[in-house]
């Protein structure tokens, strides 16, 4: 097994705890609180990783590059990005109320609105903290610090959800998670400190360099959140509370195929950023994920419907189809994740904004003819053919070379 394939199934392996641990969380608000509240927990995590990707300025990604080129950096990119975070503190609120005005299920019948949509803007800035540190350490290479962090996470929230989780309120959910998310990321900068260089607080040339790099993957990250979630929001509006919160258990459990291709695809981009060429393992990862997906589509189409109603309940196993056609989406998607992650390792951060504006555009166009006729499985089918545009884009795009701007900002 090679190297990247090492490092990448260490990643991996925290980021299938962190699927794990939000599983088991799914599970419990399915059996304590209930669906409703389940529907508005996705709906606000939702909110928070949305407003993660238009409010950190693309540092999610940037972070990565800036210091897989020039290590010595990593100290002034942390910093500029706890200054984004505290930005992100300040309209965040703005940010969660307006979500909530426009999808209202997210706050469940009973909870308090005001503090509700102050846990959500709090969450926001935390998560995009949490993000851009971890694409720091990445580009840093340190992926065991990243795998304990998400492994960290994971366990804490299904230990949080087992115990005191399920007799606190919607106030009492969102703050457990956040504060579990803020750990986390305050562990990760602990661990980094060993590393950092002697370039260290704010530095105008690193955070115009974060900039330029990052808001180029601004409209392709705003693409996929559109993309995972467009089930979510358009269900939030058309069905029950209950049926929503049936809809996001089926995302939790589909998206769990998206943490390895995530994993192998960080390691990709570090890789392809220090050596200027794809890594020899790309190919090897491709099938990999490819079978494992098409593995568990065809496992829940004969299994899942029992499974399920035996485990959750019987309405999460009524519609046991259209989890299949979602793990058929997320595999599609995984492809195109190790795919773009290379090309943008490379100095090519436009091409996932060219993907997922593709895949938006075929999915929403799909959804608008099958949903009215096949709910929720139209919803899938969609994600499905949107998906596999998105990765067609990506593998039709050629090797780019690194780019001779963004290094040269670096070196200011």
Request: charged share 10%; glycine share 14%; net charge positive.
């Amino acid at each position: 097994m090679s190297r990247a394939f090492s490092l990448g199934a260490r990643a991996g392996l925290g980021l299938l705890i962190l699927g794990l641990g939000k599983i088991v969380g799914a599970w419990a608000i399915a059996r304590g609180p209930g669906p409703e509240v389940q529907g508005g927990f996705g709906l606000a995590l939702a909110c928070m990783s949305f407003g993660g990707i238009v409010l950190a300025l693309g540092f999610d990604y940037a972070n990565a590059y800036v210091v897989g080129r020039q290590p010595e950096l990593l100290a002034s990119v942390i910093a500029n990005s706890i200054l984004v975070a505290c930005f992100a503190l300040v309209v965040g609120p703005i940010w969660s109320a307006g979500f909530v005005a426009l999808f209202p299920k997210t706050v469940p019948v009973g909870a308090d609105l005001p503090w509700s949509v102050a846990a959500i803007g709090v969450g926001t800035a935390v998560t995009i903290l949490g993000q851009s540190v971890q694409s720091a350490a990445i580009g840093a290479q340190d992926l065991a610090g990243v795998a304990r962090a998400n492994a960290f996470t994971g366990i804490a929230w299904a230990m949080f959800m087992l115990t005191a989780g399920q007799g606190l309120g919607f106030v009492g959910l969102l703050t457990g998670w956040l504060a579990v998310v803020g750990l986390a990321a305050a562990y990760l900068i602990g661990r980094l400190r060993s590393k950092m260089g002697p370039v260290r607080g704010f530095r105008r040339s690193t955070f115009g360099a974060q900039v330029r790099f990052g808001v180029r993957t601004v409209p392709g990250g705003v693409a996929r959140a559109l993309n995972l979630r467009a089930p979510l929001y358009w269900s939030s509006r058309e069905v029950s509370a209950a049926d929503l919160g049936v809809l996001v258990m089926y995302l939790n459990i589909a998206e769990a195929l998206l943490y390895l291709p995530n994993a192998l695809g960080q390691v990709f981009l570090s890789w392809s950023a220090r050596h200027g060429t794809a890594s020899p393992s790309s190919k090897a990862a491709y099938a990999v994920m490819a079978s494992v997906g098409v593995a568990a589509a065809a496992g829940v189409a004969l299994l899942g419907r029992t499974i399920l109603a035996a485990t959750i309940g019987e309405p999460y196993g009524a519609n046991s189809t259209v989890l299949s056609v979602l793990l058929l989406a997320t595999t599609a998607h995984s492809l195109g994740l190790l795919r773009v992650h290379t090309l943008m390792g490379l100095g090519n951060p436009w091409v996932t904004s060219v993907g997922q504006i593709v895949a938006l555009c075929v999915g929403t166009a799909l959804a608008v003819l099958l949903a009215p006729r096949y709910g929720l499985l139209g919803l899938g089918l969609a994600m499905l053919f949107g998906y596999m545009s998105f990765t067609a884009v990506l593998f039709a795009a050629g090797r780019q070379r690194p780019s001779v701007r963004a290094a040269s900002e670096l070196s200011k």
